[in-house]
C-alpha cells in the first residue's frame, strides 16, 4: 500500500523550467519502482519517466530525453521530476505513480497540472 501526492506544477512560459515533486508514503517503498506519466485532453496518457529509489537507474521518453530529469531522495520519500527547456507540448496534466518489481504501475496521485505558454 503507496500514496503518493504530487505538487510543482504550475504556469511557465516557453523555454522555462519546473520542478515537480512526488512525496510517497507506505511500507517498503524500496521495492517499488517510482514513474512519471503525462495526460493532455484527447491525448492518450504518456509515460514520461522512471527512477528507482537509488537513482541507479532511469528511464526517459524519447519526448523529453535531453530536457527532463529524475531524482530521488529516499530519505524524504520524495522523487523529483526536473523539467527544463518546456515546451507547450509538454502542457498536460503529471502523475507519479508506483510499480513493484514485476508488477504493473498499481499505485497513483492525483496529479498536478503543467501549462507552458508560448
Known amino acids: 500500500q503507496v500514496q503518493l501526492v504530487e505538487s510543482g506544477g504550475g504556469l511557465v512560459q516557453a523555454g522555462g523550467s519546473l520542478r515537480l515533486s512526488c512525496a510517497a508514503s507506505g511500507r517498503t517503498l524500496s521495492r517499488y519502482i517510482m514513474g512519471w506519466f503525462r495526460q493532455a485532453p484527447g491525448k492518450e496518457r504518456e509515460y514520461v519517466a522512471a527512477?528507482?529509489?537509488?537513482?541507479?537507474?532511469?528511464y526517459y521518453a524519447d519526448s523529453v530525453k535531453g530536457r527532463f530529469t529524475g531524482s530521488s531522495d529516499s530519505a524524504k520519500n520524495t522523487v523529483y521530476l526536473q523539467m527544463n527547456s518546456l515546451k507547450p507540448e509538454d502542457t498536460a496534466v503529471y502523475y507519479c505513480?508506483?510499480?513493484?518489481?514485476?508488477?504493473?504501475?498499481?499505485?497513483w496521485g492525483q496529479g498536478t497540472q503543467v501549462t507552458v505558454s508560448s
Open positions: 527512477i528507482s529509489w537509488s537513482g541507479g537507474w532511469t
Open positions: 505513480a508506483a510499480q513493484e518489481f514485476g508488477s504493473t504501475w498499481n499505485y
